[in-house]
C-alpha cells in the first residue's frame, strides 16, 4: 500500500474516532447566556458548542486528537472555519497535496 493511501485511510478512521469522542467541557450554573432557552445549541467561536439545560449551560470543545505521520513530509491541520464538532476533525496535508503549506513542516 502506498504512503499516500496509507495516510487517507489513517486520517479517515482518526477523523471517526474524534467525531465520536467527546472534547473538553465546561459548565456554568444559572440561566444560558441571551435568549438561549433549554435544549438550544449554539456555535461559538474556537471551534466551541454552547448548550443550553434547566439550570446550567455548558460550553463543549475539542479534544487532542493525533495522526502518525513524517513530519517531515506533513503536518496536521484543522479547518476552524467548519462547526463544532467538525472543526475538531484534524486532516493530514502532505507534499504535493492541496493546500500544503511548507512553512507548516516541523521536521
Same mark, same amino acid.
Given at each position: 500500500?502506498? +504512503?499516500?493511501?496509507?495516510?487517507?485511510?489513517?486520517?479517515?478512521? *482518526? +477523523?471517526?474516532?474524534?467525531?465520536?469522542?467527546?472534547? +473538553? !467541557?465546561?459548565? =456554568?450554573?444559572?440561566?444560558?447566556?441571551?435568549?438561549?432557552?433549554?435544549? /438550544?445549541?449554539? #456555535? !461559538?467561536? +474556537?471551534?466551541?458548542?454552547?448548550?443550553?439545560?434547566?439550570?446550567?449551560? *455548558?460550553?463543549?470543545?475539542?479534544? %487532542?486528537? #493525533? *495522526?502518525?505521520?513524517?513530519?517531515?513530509?506533513? #503536518?496536521? =491541520?484543522?479547518?476552524?472555519?467548519?462547526?463544532?464538532?467538525?472543526?475538531?476533525?484534524? /486532516? !493530514?496535508?502532505?507534499?504535493? /497535496? %492541496?493546500? =500544503?503549506?511548507?512553512?507548516?513542516? %516541523?521536521?
Amino acid at each position: 500500500m502506498n +504512503a499516500v493511501l496509507a495516510s487517507t485511510l489513517m486520517v479517515v478512521m *482518526i +477523523a471517526t474516532m474524534v467525531e465520536d469522542a467527546h472534547g +473538553a !467541557l465546561a459548565r =456554568f450554573p444559572g440561566p444560558c447566556p441571551g435568549s438561549y432557552k433549554p435544549g /438550544d445549541k449554539w #456555535y !461559538l467561536d +474556537a471551534c466551541r458548542q454552547g448548550v443550553c439545560y434547566e439550570d446550567f449551560y *455548558i460550553e463543549e470543545s475539542c479534544g %487532542v486528537a #493525533y *495522526i502518525e505521520h513524517d513530519s517531515s513530509q506533513c #503536518y496536521m =491541520f484543522y479547518n476552524r472555519t467548519q462547526p463544532y464538532p467538525t472543526c475538531c476533525n484534524p /486532516d !493530514l496535508k502532505c507534499i504535493g /497535496d %492541496v493546500g =500544503f503549506d511548507s512553512t507548516q513542516l %516541523v521536521g
